[in-house]
Nanobody, 117 residues
Framework: QVQLVESGGGLVQPGGSLTLSCTAS????????MGWWRQGAGKQRELVAR???????RYADSAKGRFTISRDNAKNTVSLQMSNMKAGDTGVYHC???????????WGRGTQITVSS
């Protein structure tokens, strides 16, 4: 079973920046989609950003203009650069690697981000 491990979470002040990274425990030949999801306290998990195998990114409205998702296919790694962070960005961030045909759908355990002064 492939495991995804996130890193880079923590406490950041409003307006600050953080970068998250996620790496798989094993090499996966092809990953259709890599993404980052956020779950705030008492809320459902929501998509923050995703990126396809050809590098086409998609962002939640709340992330547009502030977050940048990128991937390294050779290293099976996805990153999320976050800037001008807001209190609403607070939550547990999970990475996800998925194959559109349903072959696999891997999730990381999550990393906490708290935006607070």
């Amino acid at each position: 079973q492939v495991q995804l491990v996130e890193s880079g979470g923590g406490l950041v002040q409003p307006g600050g920046s953080l970068t998250l990274s996620c790496t798989a425990s094993a090499i996966i030949a092809t990953i259709d989609e890599m993404g980052w999801w956020r779950q705030g306290a008492g809320k459902q998990r929501e998509l923050v950003a995703r990126i396809s195998s050809d590098g086409d990114p998609r962002y939640a409205d709340s992330a547009k203009g502030r977050f940048t998702i990128s991937r390294d296919n050779a290293k099976n790694t996805v990153s999320l650069q976050m800037s001008n962070m807001k209190a609403g960005d607070t939550g547990v961030y999970h990475c996800n690697f998925a194959q559109w045909n349903g072959e696999f759908d891997y999730w990381g355990r999550g990393t906490q981000i708290t935006v607070s002064s």
